[in-house]
């Protein structure tokens, strides 16, 4: 039977899913290009500005994939979901548009210098420019990470007539878990951007593109990632103990634990049972979870048993999503990190001795092979990651304000479901397309057929050389 709701959240999860794609590459990317530009600045070799050339072009594609799929989710909130405006619009409303005047208007304005602008303003201009952009990124992430905080951690409001008006917009902005999800963001930006600049990269080289700017853009990839994943770790633990205080109902379906516990174990696998409400099939390791999380070998973990309303109805998730997707994170996460450090340690190796020919710094084929596999690696981990924290709150849209029920619009299941299945068959065609352009830019490149931007001998020059319009 179709179910408006069930329809309703799916519908939102998949475009909530193609959309944050493309702000995970952006975000990150901005600054990554502000640093080949402010290297190439400083050593004048043209090398940075390869990569910077090659990479702009990966930027503009993912910033106007992100802006389109991002209009599509601004008008389910109408369709899908009227009642979180009617009821939270007060608060919500304001926050996106902040996002629009701080940071749309910064990347429309310099986001053409940035693309078409290097030979044809000053140097100082043009690294201005990408600087601004790159701050438009992250202020974006900034208010939508502020919102979605927010609804997890709602403070600064008080209730009217069923309506959220707001009371104090620093703690509305500073709510408890604003900060570890901003930075658990920008950082899992990073790490995507890395191992997506180390997978074309490697691709690129295996394929016959082994020029220098390829070359300095898998270091910098590589380095990058092998320094960020700890504090990614760090931060996330943090986000954890947070996560525990305010929502323990979303943790306690990550560690699949159902009765209130001291020393509880952490689960490497399970298979939870509704119904039953335990789990079969439990591996773990003793006591880990209580460890992990109250840095207690015997701390307390609340149960999900303990989030039942009086009627039998649970006020928690769905376990089995939540204990999934946070293994999916957690895992691939690990993978990233014996990634990146082996692929540090043989680049050490090499330059240490002077050998490792095999392949980019010391980089054997067969790891170059498993850096092309590894390319959208960051995507997999940001959606399951997003999959625990937006699952995680059910069912809740605002955490003790408002269920998702009832915010849903009353609309036939049949109009949901149709639109649905045009928004997916959509998704799959842009998606492929995207996917397919990069490569295909890569393959360009690698043969010859130059998508940089030429390098003058003096930038000042050319630019005082082009006429007046």
Do not use: C
Not at 27 to 52: H, K, P, Q, T
Not at 111 to 123: D, E, Q, Y
Not at 134 to 155: E, K, R, Y
Not at 236 to 249: C, F, I, R, S, V
Request: hydrophobic letters at 50%; zero cysteines.
């Amino acid at each position: 039977m179709l179910d408006t709701l069930l329809l309703s959240r799916i519908q939102f999860a998949a475009n909530i899913s193609f959309h944050i794609l493309f702000p995970t590459i952006t975000i990150a990317l901005g600054w990554v290009l502000l640093y080949f530009r402010i290297r190439y600045n400083r050593s004048g070799d043209d090398r940075w500005m390869e990569a910077y050339g090659f990479w702009v072009k990966i930027f503009a594609l993912s910033f106007a994939m992100g802006v389109v799929s991002g209009i599509t989710m601004s008008f389910q909130f109408g369709t899908n979901w009227p009642g979180f405006m009617e009821i939270v619009g007060n608060i919500a409303g304001p926050l996106l548009a902040y996002e629009i005047m701080t940071a749309f208007f910064l990347e429309a304005v310099f986001l053409g210098i940035m693309l078409f602008g290097f030979s044809r303003v000053p140097r100082w201009l043009h690294t201005g420019a990408t600087f601004l952009v790159a701050f438009g990124t992250t202020m974006s992430t900034f208010w939508i990470i502020v919102l979605n905080s927010w609804m997890h951690t709602p403070q600064g409001f008080e209730m009217i007539d069923g309506v959220a008006h707001a009371t104090d917009w620093s703690a509305i902005i500073f709510n408890p878990s604003m900060p570890y999800r901003f930075f658990h963001m920008m950082l899992a930006s990073f790490l995507t951007v890395s191992f997506l600049i180390a997978g074309v990269s490697a691709f690129r080289y295996l394929i016959g593109g082994r020029t220098r700017g390829v070359r300095v853009a898998l270091r910098t990839s590589v380095f990058m990632a092998a320094l960020l994943i700890p504090v990614q770790i760090f931060v996330g633990d943090l986000h954890g103990l947070n996560t525990k205080e305010y929502q323990p109902a979303k943790v306690a379906a990550m560690e699949g634990v159902w009765e209130t516990q001291n020393g509880a174990p952490l689960l490497l696998f399970a298979l939870p049972d509704e119904e039953a409400r335990e789990n079969n099939f439990e591996i773990g390791i003793p006591k880990l979870a209580s460890l992990i999380l109250t840095h207690d070998w015997n701390g307390e973990v609340k149960g999900l048993n303990e989030f039942v309303a009086e009627d039998g109805t649970a006020l928690h998730p769905r376990v089995a999503p939540v204990f999934w997707s946070f293994r999916v994170m957690v895992g691939t996460g690990v993978l990233m990190l014996l990634v990146s450090w082996a692929a540090v340690v043989l680049m050490m190796r090499k330059r240490a001795d002077g050998q490792g020919r095999r392949g980019v710094d010391g980089l054997p084929k067969l790891f170059l092979f498993g850096l092309v596999g590894m390319t959208f690696s960051g995507w997999l981990a940001t959606l399951a990651g997003w999959y625990t924290t937006e699952i995680g709150r059910q069912p809740w849209l605002v955490q003790g304000v408002m269920t998702t029920k009832e915010a849903v619009a009353d609309v036939p299941p049949t109009m949901v479901l149709s639109s649905l299945i045009a928004y997916l068959t959509v998704y799959a065609i842009l998606l492929g397309a995207y996917i397919g352009v990069i490569f295909y830019l890569a393959r360009r490149a690698s043969r010859g057929q130059s998508i940089e931007p030429r390098v003058p001998q003096s930038e000042d020059a050319q630019v005082r050389a082009v006429p007046a319009e």
